[in-house]
């Protein structure tokens, strides 16, 4: 059923509020644009399921008002884009949020279970996902556009159910929650300039003045893909500022020789193009980026390095965890450098924080100390890390 008056939507949200929770999904576009484009709202309330279009005339705030409430237990699967949206909508970032993808993955259901295995594995029942690429802006929707979208919310709340029960049987909620604090956060939603400039492909080949031209470049281009709402893309390649920030060229006819740069982009962002450049190279020296290259592991740190990564997926698999969840390549090294220099602080390392620290990093490091040693464990057939004799 659609949810076409506000205060139908007003009755449902006040259900919502009384139960404490209810499951949520959106259909949205975003290629052609910066900000996705929300298309459609789908929520369930108890046993009750209903679509809601965000381009009738309805009023979400009824909706709007619960994202931030924190009594009120919103259950996605797989929400960060969703959660962009709704932290978009009402302005403030989302609270109580419960991913089931998440948890799932404290489960042995692997790192990011889809929606259909998901459902597959914890209820026995069969999701179809032949919709997942359908135009959701067009109007009116197939009955095939509704039944899909409806699919998308009709388990989730006994799949949070069934989630909830697992995790505390096994005493894992308070991991499973600390890690959807993250949705509970600003920078989540708002990053720092230095924390999104990480994924600018090949920033990680500039020196320090290139990325100080760099981070201004990237700051105009998130600016104007803002004004036009066009993807960052559309306005100019990752690669084409890197490479403009590189060679730092101090008029157009520079800018003209750098590779890929098209003529027609050429002549709507030269002039911005080069007061990027020109403030990145005022830049006094003492305010440039610090950039970690990291030096050349020694052989003994390799060697550590190799254990040590062995040693967590170990860990890892006999609770059944994706090793991907609980660290990255580069949270192990950081570890085994800081382990090398008698440098470990936990505060800087993700590894040794929470439910990881309590886990997996203290073991790593008694590893490494030579306190634990890997081996099998015959009862459960996992790989164990076990006290030195």
Known sequence: MYLE???????????????????????????????PQLALIQIAVGTDLALIDPLG???????????SDPSVIKVVHAGSQDLEILEQLSDRPPRAIFDTQIASAFLGLGLQP????????????????????????????????????????????????????????????????????????????????????RKVKRAGSLKERGMAILMDLYAWREKEAQTKDRPRRRILPDEILVEVARRAPRDVEGLQKIR?????????????????????????????????????????????????????????RAQRIAPPLVARGDDVENLVRAHSAGDLVEAEHSLLRGWRGEMFG????????????????????????????
């Open 57 to 67: 005339e309805v009023d979400l705030t009824p909706l709007i008002d619960t994202i």
């Open 362 to 389: 203290t073991k790593v490091v008694g590893f490494l100390d030579g306190k634990f040693q890997l081996g099998f464990d015959q009862e459960t057939g996992y790989p164990s890390l076990r006290p030195c004799l």
């Open 5 to 35: 008056q506000s205060d139908q939507l007003e009755q449902w949200m006040q259900r919502a509020t009384a139960d404490g929770r209810y499951g949520i999904d959106l259909e949205f576009i975003r290629e052609r644009t910066y900000y």
């Open 260 to 316: 890929g740069l098209d003529p027609r982009d050429l002549r709507r962002h030269s002039g911005a193009l080069l007061a990027s450049i020109q403030r990145g190279r005022g830049v006094a020296e003492e305010d440039l980026p610090i950039l970690h290259k990291k030096r050349r592991l020694e052989p003994q740190e390799e060697a550590a390095l190799e254990l040590s990564t062995s040693a967590l997926r170990a860990l890892c």
């Open 114 to 197: 889809s929606y259909a295995a998901t459902c597959g594995q914890l209820l026995g029942v069969v999701v179809e996902k032949g919709e997942s690429w359908t135009d959701w802006l067009r109007r009116p929707l197939t009955p095939e556009q509704e039944i899909y979208a409806i699919d998308d919310v009709r388990h989730l709340l006994p799949i949070h159910d069934r989630l909830t029960e697992q995790l505390e049987s096994e005493g894992r909620i308070t991991w499973a929650l600390e890690e959807m604090k993250k949705y509970d956060l600003d920078s989540t939603y708002h990053p720092l300039i230095e924390t999104s400039i």
